[in-house]
């Protein structure tokens, strides 16, 4: 068994954690009196067939990291000869090129560039031959293996990716509009609103599409991960049969389309961008694509649910006035979506009050370095301010 870790947007950790629970996925007990649990991502535990599973199927989660092991050093020798003795092999090849993140909080080696320097000098002692060290890049799909130490009171954690690029790559979204949401960020929104995956979904400002495409793999149960490559493919131990397994249970595990999901926007550049999307990720048949302004749209009648990622001023423009698209946007919700669920990225409460609708949560988020608030409530008769 590993000690596994779930790396994830900070105000995501509840989602990823009912996910890794779906997929019976082991969480370790949390002892009483704890506190808050880790920021930034969630612990489990699970075998290599368990760690596929999870980098397959998590939908929120940035990458998945195996523990490697846990030492004290207060040395840079001690810290060489301890590492020395992690298991390396089972993750890399002799010789093979890493890239080392190290973070260094309240310990006497402080250095993290000489940390670095003598881990991948104990690799080198361990696989028996010199290791280069390259830049990480998350976002390229040929980013050497990463090798993450965080030392904390003279405490180290040792740990090695097992995703390559970020989890937000699903291998669909290779045309973007104005201000992308990542993949994962969509995907916890989604999760975040409730959606059951029955009821109408509307987006009426689909950019790109990732919420609408999102909502259809999720709806439909489909693996996100299913159409990319995963670094721990080029590890030692991997099993291509346990992969095969893990893909044909996910592929045997889809469904059809419960509900209709409605994506719209006014520029019809952004509604091709969505169609092409939805074609590579198998979705396009799932979406009700319409170029329209937000006054124009047509919610079907009945309950629904509205998640979307309208404009702000920071992602378009800082001197761009957007209050007059908010109070539209709480009248068109007044008017067309009543007894609908509402949920919308905001970086501001003021230009969110523009709505005049009240929210029943507001889920501090990250989009793009930029600190968000989710919105959510619910559209009633006396859901506006002051009624």
């Known amino acids: 068994m590993y000690r596994l870790f779930a790396v994830t947007l900070p105000g995501l950790e509840p989602f990823v954690r009912q996910e890794l629970l779906d997929l019976n996925l082991?969480?370790?007990?949390?002892?009483?009196?704890?506190?808050?649990?880790e920021t930034g991502g969630v612990e489990f535990e699970g075998s290599l067939s368990d760690l596929y599973r999870a980098n397959l199927h998590l939908r929120t989660a940035n990458r998945v990291?195996?523990?490697?092991?846990?030492?004290?050093?207060?040395s840079f020798a001690e810290l060489r000869k301890k590492a020395s003795h992690l298991p390396?092999?089972?993750?890399?090849?002799?010789?093979q090129p890493v890239a080392l993140r190290v973070t260094c909080q309240k310990s006497r080696l402080y250095h993290s560039d000489g940390v670095a320097e003598r881990v991948a000098g104990a690799i080198a002692d361990r696989l028996r031959k010199p290791v280069e060290r390259l830049k990480a890049d998350d976002e390229s799909l040929q980013s050497p293996q990463l090798v993450t130490v965080r030392l904390v009171n003279d405490h180290a954690t040792l740990s090695?990716?097992?995703?390559?690029a970020l989890l937000h790559r699903r291998g669909y979204r290779?045309?973007?509009?104005?201000?992308?949401?990542?993949?994962?960020?969509?995907?916890?929104?989604?999760?975040?609103a409730g959606w059951d995956g029955l009821a109408p979904l509307l987006d009426p400002f689909c950019g790109s599409g990732t919420i609408p495409i999102e909502a259809a793999l999720l709806a439909r149960r489909i693996a996100p991960g299913k159409n990319r490559r995963f670094v721990f493919m080029d590890w030692p131990n991997y099993n291509p049969t346990l992969w095969t397994a893990q893909l044909d249970a996910a592929?045997?595990?889809?469904?059809?389309?419960?509900?209709?999901?409605?994506?719209s926007d006014r520029d019809a550049g952004a509604i091709r961008i969505t169609q092409a999307n939805a074609e590579r990720a198998g979705v396009a048949d799932s979406l009700q694509l319409t170029c329209c302004a937000l006054s124009s749209i047509q919610p079907p009648v009945g309950p629904g649910w509205m998640v979307t990622n309208p404009p702000y001023g920071v992602r378009v423009s800082s001197s761009k006035d957007l209050r007059n698209l908010y109070a539209q946007l709480g009248n068109v919700l007044q008017q067309h979506c009543l007894g609908w669920e509402v949920g919308f990225l905001c970086n501001s409460d003021f230009m969110a009050g523009f709505t005049r609708l009240k929210?029943?949560?507001?889920?501090?988020?990250?989009?793009?370095?930029?600190?968000?608030?989710?919105?959510?409530?619910?559209?009633?008769?006396?859901?506006?301010?002051?009624k």
């Open 26 to 37: 082991a969480l370790p007990a949390q002892p009483s009196g704890e506190g808050d649990p």
């Open 65 to 74: 990291l195996a523990r490697l092991g846990e030492l004290d050093a207060v």
């Open 88 to 95: 390396w092999e089972e993750f890399l090849h002799p010789g």
């Open 160 to 164: 090695i990716d097992s995703s390559g």
């Open 174 to 192: 290779l045309e973007t509009a104005k201000a992308p949401l990542r993949e994962t960020l969509a995907a916890g929104l989604l999760l975040a």
């Open 251 to 263: 592929f045997a595990g889809q469904i059809p389309l419960p509900g209709p999901i409605l994506a």
């Open 359 to 386: 929210f029943d949560q507001k889920l501090s988020l990250v989009n793009g370095g930029i600190p968000v608030r989710f919105y959510q409530g619910r559209v009633s008769l006396d859901s506006r301010k002051g």
